[in-house]
């Protein structure tokens, strides 16, 4: 294995831990937490320690975007310069680099206003429709979501350049 491919292999590892970190703890706050919070009395104690978490997270998370930015430039200049990767390639990278804009404006937006809703506030079960656009509307589910999608553009982008290397 070359200097080059042992680089290539610490970026992507960079890279995937930043994602791990982020999505992995969005996902961790919507799927375990959240729902957790089923009573009062756990909703209260929530909140005594939710502000001191949630700084913390945010400052986790802009190491981690800024990680994105570097590693991913890196990243794609690696790709479009040893490979030809194609028309698909570069769109879906596009898709890709708009959607983690998005995700950064809605973090963004949480750590300026702390916009978090106390969590104890959502504890009544939803039971309608209404109730799950009104869920869609929390920015930590989307940013959940999102990254969910971002992840899938990652592997698509892997098959469509190990595509574009052909058969080996
Ligand atoms: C502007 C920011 C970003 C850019 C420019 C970028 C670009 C890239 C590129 C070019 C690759 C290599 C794809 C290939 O194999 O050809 C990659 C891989 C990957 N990206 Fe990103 N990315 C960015 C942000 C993110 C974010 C926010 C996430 C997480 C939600 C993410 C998750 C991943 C994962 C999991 C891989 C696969 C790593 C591996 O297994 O080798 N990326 N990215």
């Known amino acids: 294995m070359s200097t080059i491919d042992l680089l ?13 970190v982020w999505i992995g703890g969005t996902l ?16 209260a104690g929530w909140r005594t ?4 978490v949630e700084r913390q997270f945010h400052e986790i998370v802009q190491v981690c975007i800024w990680t994105f930015f570097i590693s991913g430039a890196i990243l794609t200049y690696d790709r479009l310069t040893s490979v030809n990767p194609g028309l698909d390639y570069i769109a879906a990278l596009v898709v890709k680099v708009l959607l983690v804009l998005w995700m950064v404006y809605i973090s963004g937006g949480l750590r300026r206003s702390g ?5 104890g506030s959502a504890k009544k079960k939803p039971s309608s429709a209404g109730s799950v656009f009104q869920r869609l509307r929390s920015p930590v589910l989307q940013i959940a ?6 992840l899938l553009l990652a592997d698509l982008l892997k098959v469509l350049a190990e595509n574009a290397l052909g058969p080996l």
């Open 8 to 20: 290539r292999v610490a970026l992507r590892w960079v890279h995937l831990t930043a994602a791990v």
């Open 28 to 43: 961790f706050y919507v799927l375990a937490i959240q729902p957790s919070l089923d009573t009062e009395e756990k909703a």
């Open 49 to 52: 320690i939710r502000q001191g």
């Open 115 to 119: 916009a978090r809703k106390p969590i």
């Open 145 to 150: 979501i999102i990254g969910v999608i971002v």
